[in-house]
C-alpha cells in the first residue's frame, strides 16, 4: 500500500465537498447523468457485454481530456479488518490493475449493521483506457457470474480530482457519472442521451436541456 496518496476523505472533500462520496450518487449532485446499461436483458452473457461496452464509451468520453485519474474504493469490514480486502486488492493486480492503493481509511458505520464501517483506498493511475476498463469490469461483474472479480470491494469510483468529474458503474444495471459544474456533462447528455435512464429523465432533462435552460 502506498502511504503517501493522502486521506482518502481529504482528497474527496476538497474537489466534492462530501466527506465520502454518498451511496445515491445520482441524487446527492447537483450535475448528475445517470445511464442504463443493460436493464432488461436476461441473457447474463448478453447483459455483461453490453454493460461493459457502454460503460467503456462513456468513461473514455467522461474522460478523454483527463491526463491523471484516482481509482477510489470502498468496501465494508468490522472494525478489525479481514483478509477479504487484501484478497479484492490482489485480484486487481492480477487482472492487470497495477496501481497501489494507499492505506485504509475508515469511514462512517453501515446503516444496517452498526458493528461495521466503510473503508476507503485511493490510488493514482495514468489515464490508460485498459486500466479503465479493469476497474469497469471490476464493478460490474460484482453481482453477475464473471469472473475474476474483486468480490469484498462494494464501490469502485473512477475520479478526476482535478476536473471534478467522477464515475460510479454500480452494477450491470446502470452507471453514474457527476461532476462540480455543468460543463463536462453537457457534450455526454446530448451525445449519449438514449442510453439515459427514462426513470430519472425528467430531473436530467431540467439540468442540461436546451429547452429548459432558455
Known amino acids: 500500500m502506498n502511504s503517501s496518496l493522502g486521506l482518502p476523505t481529504e482528497r474527496i472533500s476538497r474537489v466534492f465537498g462530501w466527506r465520502e462520496f454518498p451511496h445515491a450518487l445520482f441524487y446527492q449532485a447537483q450535475f448528475a447523468l445517470r445511464f442504463e446499461l443493460a436493464e432488461g436483458i436476461r441473457e447474463e452473457p448478453l447483459c455483461f457485454?453490453?454493460?461493459?461496452?457502454?460503460?467503456?464509451?462513456?468513461?473514455?468520453?467522461?474522460?478523454?481530456?483527463?491526463?491523471?485519474?484516482?481509482?477510489?474504493?470502498?468496501?465494508?469490514?468490522?472494525?478489525?479488518?479481514?483478509?477479504?480486502?487484501?484478497?479484492?486488492?490482489?485480484?486487481?493486480?492480477?487482472?492487470?490493475?497495477?496501481?497501489?492503493?494507499?492505506?485504509?481509511?475508515?469511514?462512517?458505520?453501515?446503516?444496517?449493521?452498526?458493528?461495521?464501517?466503510?473503508?476507503?483506498?485511493?490510488?493514482?493511475?495514468?489515464?490508460?483506457?485498459?486500466?479503465?476498463?479493469?476497474?469497469?469490469?471490476?464493478?460490474?461483474?460484482?453481482?453477475?457470474?464473471?469472473?475474476?472479480?474483486?468480490?469484498?470491494?462494494?464501490?469502485?469510483?473512477?475520479?478526476?480530482?482535478?476536473r471534478g468529474i467522477a464515475m460510479l458503474a454500480y452494477d450491470d444495471r446502470g452507471a453514474d457519472i457527476i461532476a462540480i459544474d455543468r460543463a463536462p456533462l453537457q457534450a455526454l447528455y446530448e451525445r449519449y442521451g438514449h442510453w439515459l435512464l427514462e426513470y430519472d429523465r425528467l430531473k436530467i432533462d431540467a439540468t442540461f436541456s436546451q429547452a429548459f435552460l432558455s
Open 49 to 162: 457485454l453490453q454493460a461493459i461496452d457502454r460503460a467503456r464509451e462513456l468513461a473514455n468520453a467522461a474522460f478523454a481530456d483527463s491526463e491523471k485519474l484516482t481509482a477510489v474504493v470502498s468496501y465494508y469490514e468490522g472494525e478489525r479488518r479481514t483478509s477479504k480486502s487484501t484478497a479484492s486488492f490482489r485480484t486487481l493486480r492480477e487482472m492487470g490493475f497495477k496501481a497501489d492503493f494507499g492505506p485504509a481509511e475508515k469511514g462512517s458505520p453501515d446503516d444496517e449493521q452498526s458493528d461495521r464501517y466503510r473503508y476507503w483506498h485511493v490510488a493514482d493511475f495514468r489515464n490508460e483506457p485498459g486500466l479503465i476498463d479493469i476497474l469497469l469490469w471490476a464493478s460490474i461483474a460484482r453481482e453477475l457470474p464473471v469472473s475474476p472479480k474483486p468480490r469484498s470491494l462494494t464501490e469502485i469510483y473512477i475520479v478526476d480530482l482535478e
